[in-house]
């Protein structure tokens, strides 16, 4: 399983998610600020960890938790034309 958290304050880049050694396994960076599904608002994108990070540090740096997931997320449009992310379930 992998931990999702969602940017929905800022791009990611330096300092802005935690370093939990070397369980960060996967960051996707939108191309800009989009509408997100899975939390049903906009994000800059989503950080995967192979173990959860803790309440704490996800308010300190302002993520979104989703929790246990094992889907894909994707980026698409929307009926509108509009750019989202959805997830896929594997």
Known sequence: M?????S???PFGPGTYPRQDGTECYINFFGGKI???EINREAWGFIE???PITSEAAAEYELTAVG?????VLEGTDSSGRTVAFVVEN
């Open 68 to 72: 246990e997931k094992d889907s894909k």
């Open 35 to 37: 509408f997100c599904e």
């Open 8 to 10: 929905t304050q800022r």
């Open 49 to 51: 960890y192979r173990e």
């Open 2 to 6: 992998i931990y999702r958290y969602y």
